[in-house]
């Protein structure tokens, strides 16, 4: 059973490989140039090198439970080096996405509930109002930690950079706007 | 006079008005229209992509649509938006499964889109655009005085073909001389500031950003100049949360590049937003600029 995962053909990288710029992840040499570029390998369970690895492994949980791409900033640098023309970034997208799909909101990554709450605050308006998002944000995870946000959040307030009312589309934009996402929801994703 | 469609964004009705007050001023300085894009919605940015690729890449394709009709270069000043754009448009062109959806999608909307929107980036606008001596024959203030890091962040160089090397950019360095300023060498001038995971992962995140500034403080920067609002906000509005949280003194005012432009141009404080840079430039402008 082993032996059959470590070949590399396994359903979770089938799954990984067709999702758009997850294709090329069969390709890997293990080169480690990705970890070695990312800002966030020595706080990531895994690095992005172990993390495809794990994938290639068949090894699922380990891989979709990890903090590993929920500490991914999409910065790209990993892509930008990688010499077997990999988009490690896309990987760690497509395995946010099943992660959620999969495992619901985990306590530990705090990063899926603001990504949830960002989406659904596009679908409803459009837009992304800052200030009503912060506090929804914190108030679901962590209030304690709101306490550490507010200086900064104060600051952007008082300067004139975080507006009560939030900015939203006009009725007939968004009237638009939502029957072309409930398509593409109902078209069931990629 | 030169047009383009102008995607603002919506960091520019929130944490950064001033990029989108200063760019307008800037770009009417320098004959360029930016006529904002009617109606248009968030770009999805990467949370959604996460939650719904397929919904995120409609987002966007909405805008491009939109754009098309119109049939000028898009626009985006902030570099999320400008990667997101850009995406879409790539996957749109090499995946005709993706495409096809896209197009079904927008249907529904009753709009259509057929790839052709050329997806750009204010800071290659003004800096590859607009010749140096077209931005120099507007300068009027002395800005010899002020030593410059050009922070160009990550996402601005992203997308392929980059309109700059991707990992040491050259173009804000230029533009920044151009305007008479001294550019002082900055490492660290493509990495990440850490975006959004402000909120989520702030420990972690901060200390990306002490990193930023240690980088131009140790180069002797005067002040830090970036393309986006994510890399502003985090480097501006955290400051703050940096020195309490590694007890460290940094003092270092982060301006839009639009607003270092629309100061060499002699374009007044009020319209280039500079009341609302948290970390002030007053006094260091009033020391080291002559007007
Ligand atoms: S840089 Fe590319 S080839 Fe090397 S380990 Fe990372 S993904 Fe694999
Ligand atoms: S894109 Fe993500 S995985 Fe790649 S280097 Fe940046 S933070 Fe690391």
Redesign the pocket.
Known sequence: MVTAKVHGVNDFIQEISAMPGGEKINL???????SASCPNANKMDYT??EL?ALARAGMRDEVLSSNTMWLCLSCYL?TV????G?V?TYIMHALEHLSMRHYRTRPRVRTARLYRLFSDTVHAFGMIPRLGCMMAYFLQTNPLKALRMIRPALGLLTHGRMPIKAHKLEPEPMKQLKAILDKAEAMGGL | MKYYSYFPGCCMHEETPMYDSSARAVAKALDVELIELDDWNCCGSTPYTVVDELAAFCCCARNLALAEKRGFDLVAACSDCYLILSRTNQHFQHYPEIRAKITEALAAGGLEYHGTVRVRHILDVFANDISSDEIKSRVKVDLSNLKVAPYYGCQVVRPAPSFDDLENPQSLDRLTESLGAKVVPYPLKARCCGGSLILSEDEIVLGLIRKLLENAQANSADLIVTVCPFCQVNLDAYQGAVNRRFKTNFHIPVLFFTQLMGIAFGIDRKTLGLHHNIVSADKILKTLVKV
């Open positions: 890997c040499i293990q080169c480690g140039t990705c992005p090198r495809i990993c080096r990688c010499p077997r990999i490690p």
